[in-house]
């Protein structure tokens, strides 16, 4: 059975950085691409960046260039580096394994 765990979220100042992990386990044989996925309230949940098995990534427009995908493969595990952010980046920030399952999601909240 697949388990999907977030850390890293919390609360920080407009302008300031936090880093999400998240770690998979019981997944055996191959590597799955990988994502980090917010949803705030009121809205739909949308994806923020995805890293491939091959470690090719893609981010949504709004955090491009202030948010960086990375993964370490041995220990299934991708992080979420998160730069200069902005009150609109709070959410609850949900990682994904594609085709297995959903992180039970951690909050991050931007505010001074």
């Known amino acids: 059975q697949v388990q999907v765990v977030e850390s890293g979220g919390g609360l920080v100042q407009p302008g300031g950085s936090l880093r999400l992990s998240c770690a998979a386990s019981?997944?055996?044989?191959?590597?799955?691409?990988m994502g980090w996925y917010r949803q705030a309230p009121g809205k739909q949940r949308d994806l923020v960046a995805r890293i491939g098995s091959r470690g090719d990534t893609y981010y949504a427009e709004s955090v491009r260039g202030r948010f960086t995908i990375s993964r370490d493969n041995s220990k299934n595990t991708i992080y979420l580096q998160m730069n200069s952010l902005k009150p609109e980046d709070t959410a609850v920030y949900y990682c994904?394994?594609?085709?297995?399952?959903w992180g039970q999601g951690t909050q991050v909240t931007v505010s001074s």
């Open positions: 994904n394994v594609e085709a297995l399952g």
């Open positions: 019981g997944i055996i044989g191959r590597l799955y691409a």
